[in-house]
């Protein structure tokens, strides 16, 4: 079993969709988690941290579920721009571990 | 400005033709690593050093060597290289790697015949 799993897809999604994507990791001990971005044959970039409460950032939702061992990025209103591959990022035992991305195509 | 410098950005080689890929950031961090990307394998670290003359293998080292003599540069060496390490690589630098947060360099795209 992958440390960090999530659905490759690609997503593809009419502009003002609201879409959500899923990551599970399988190591209980996993201390911080993020969510990177990644734009088509270009470096990752971190999209946001996700805490234990939930956070949000503009059209931007993470949230964290410990007891199922899962991570979500919940984007509203999609736009054009959004179209991207997002990583999910799982830090433990003192390393960082990458899923493999989920790709997001958002359509006119 | 911040950035993380990769070079060359795109080379085409041959197998056992040893080459030599630099990286180079001007934040002053002490964390810096190296990545491949591979179609549907993700992000899979190569090496990582902690500080200066502070080196470690991450999950996939084989075939890869790095030094880390300045706090700038962690070049990754292929001594021999073979046509299953033709990938993306990143490198990568951090203040502390626990911030989750990995400034990238653009990427080098290795094919090797």
């Known amino acids: 079993r992958k440390e960090v799993e999530q659905d490759p897809g690609p997503f593809n999604v009419p502009e003002g969709a609201t879409v959500a994507f899923n990551c599970t990791y399988s190591n209980s001990a996993s201390q911080s988690f993020f969510w990177y971005r990644q734009d088509c044959r270009k470096e990752p970039k971190l999209l946001m941290s996700v805490y234990s409460s939930g956070n949000e950032d503009g059209r931007f939702t993470a949230q964290l579920n410990r007891a199922s061992q899962y991570i979500s990025l919940l984007i509203r209103d999609s736009k054009l721009s959004d179209s991207a591959t997002y990583l999910c990022?799982?830090?433990?035992?003192?390393?960082?571990?990458f899923g493999q991305g989920t790709e997001l195509s958002v359509k006119p | 400005e911040a950035q993380v410098t990769q070079n060359p950005r795109y080379l085409i080689t041959v197998t056992g033709k040893k080459l030599t890929v630099t990286c180079s950031q001007n934040?002053?961090?002490?964390?810096m690593s190296w990545y491949r990307q591979d179609p549907g394998l993700g992000l899979r670290q190569i090496y990582y050093s902690m500080n200066v003359e502070v080196t470690d293998k991450g999950d996939v080292p084989e075939g890869y060597k790095v030094s880390r003599k300045e706090k700038r540069n962690f070049p990754l060496i292929l001594e021999s290289p073979s046509p299953n390490q033709t990938s993306l690589y990143f490198c990568?630098?951090?203040?502390?790697?626990?911030?989750?947060?990995?400034?990238f360099g653009e990427g080098s795209r290795l094919t090797v015949l």
């Open positions: 990568a630098s951090s203040f502390g790697v626990r911030t989750g947060e990995l400034f």
């Open positions: 990022v799982v830090y433990q035992g003192g390393k960082l571990i």
């Open positions: 934040m002053n961090h002490e964390y």
